[in-house]
């Protein structure tokens, strides 16, 4: 017996709660090499391999340091991975309806792809505001601490654009 019926609201939540579990988490678990590897990017001289740069993050910031845009990463890729399962499954079933079961059973292919092109499309709008906050953060000294920090300041300082400016590069990844 299943859980849920296939394409019911059940089904979509549960599915965007698995894309919240493996993303939010997974990524959340990563932020001390993510860190790490953005501070190596913005500064080559200070931070020069990934050893130095978890020596260096240690050395000034400690062991609470490595945490350092944490909760943006967690809110951004949970919302992430919400709507890039959830909206998979969606368009995947619109997809299919629109093309009819033999249609969508001989193009499941390039059904597959257009439906997961189309959920990353908006979960990259969902993450784009909480990425842009965590870079921040951990690549600009004395702008933030916090996402509580961050945000406002984003927003008086450049507006709503401020947190869309990299959606479009998410798109390219």
Known sequence: EYSCEYGSLKFYAL???????????????????????CRMQVDPQKYKSIVNGFSVTLNED????????????????????????????????????????????LWRTSLYLAASASAEFFADIALAPMEAAKVRIQTQPGYANT???????????????????????????
């Not at 944490?70 to 299919?96: D, R």
């Not at 509580?148 to 400016?165: H, S, V």
């Open 15 to 37: 599915c965007g709660v698995g894309g919240v579990l493996s993303c939010g988490l997974t990524h959340t678990g990563v932020v001390p090499l993510d860190l790490v590897k």
């Open 62 to 105: 400690g062991v609470r340091g490595l945490a350092r845009g944490w909760a943006p990463t967690f809110i951004g890729y949970s919302m992430q991975g919400l709507c890039k399962f959830g909206f998979y499954e969606v368009f995947k079933i619109l997809y299919g309806n629109m093309l009819g079961e033999e249609n969508a059973y």
């Open 147 to 173: 996402l509580r920090q961050a945000l406002p300041k984003m927003f008086a300082e450049e507006g709503i654009w401020a947190f869309y400016k990299g959606v479009a590069p998410l798109w390219m990844r």
